[in-house]
């Protein structure tokens, strides 16, 4: 066995986020599309299943046990029927850890991908989807890893309105940012606006059409975080007042902003800078859309 897959970033577009249910969730309706960087998760044949993490955040995941790759591994092996071949599987962390990017969710997404063909478990796809779902509240969304829009706890699934690659600049200042402490941050603040569906366009022509559509809408979870956090205030500021810059807005629950630019060569040169200005902080140009995984 041998087989490997991008993990890719999730990017919230805009996140609107009610007050939280009786069972201490929140309702949201989000915009979720995908970077073309993330992590690689890849299978190879083991005497005994293990994970073996690599790459430059490799450090950020303290123990193996609590790894999402794992919990993914397992809850496909209780659904294979009769034995499997004995897995190990490799991680390359590449995304900062509780950023905003949905890294847990989407290795978890790439595990569940890759071991179903590898292991050749007859699982639907609506099946795998409610397996996903299962170990996060981005889990569905991250498993497909194409834009849509996603409500409820973010696990009812609709597509996207359509929109060319948009070019962009993901920036992270450096902060993890845990998500459940943003949302009790959020309520305490009484921070939530309506939750609702917003009216979407089907396309979007262009990033200058998309940024002016996202530009009404919200990220419900950036006060909170900005309070948390900081930094991630100095990473917006920072973002606004670049030329290259159509928007900015945090992703999630932060602590990773991003910043759509008119172009590739835009979102080049506004990443440069940001390199050559604050060194200390991660970077990535990227793609948003559908990434080849
Ligand atoms: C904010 C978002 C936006 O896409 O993403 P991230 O910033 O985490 O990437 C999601 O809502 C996060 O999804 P995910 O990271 O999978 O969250 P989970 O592990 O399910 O939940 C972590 C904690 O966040 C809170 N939580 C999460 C989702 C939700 N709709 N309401 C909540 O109140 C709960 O306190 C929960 O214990
Ligand atoms: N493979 C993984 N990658 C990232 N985080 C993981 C992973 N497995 C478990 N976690 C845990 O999940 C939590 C959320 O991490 P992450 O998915 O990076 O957050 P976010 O969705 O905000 O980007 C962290 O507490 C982290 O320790």
Redesign the pocket.
Known sequence: MSAETLAPA?V?LF?H?GP?EPD?????C?W?TFADVGDRVSAYEADALEVKVSGPFALALAREADNLVLRAAHALLERAKGPTRPFGLMLEKALPV????????SDAGAALRLLRRALDVDLSDPDLEALAAGL????A?CLWARPVI?EG??ERLSPAPATPPLDAVLVNPGVPVP??Q???RLDALKGWGPAERPPLPETLEDAAEAAGFLSLMRND?ETAAVEIAPEVGDALDFLRAEPETLLARM????GTCFALCASDYEAETLAERIEALRPAWWVRRTRLGAPQL
Not at 98 to 105: F, P, Q, T
């Open positions: 999730k919230n996140l986020v939280p201490g969730f929140h309702p949201i989000s979720m509780a950023a905003g990017l949905g890294g847990g969710s996060g509240s981005d889990g969304a996603a706890r973010g998500t459940g943003v949302y009790a979870l992703s999630g629950s932060g």
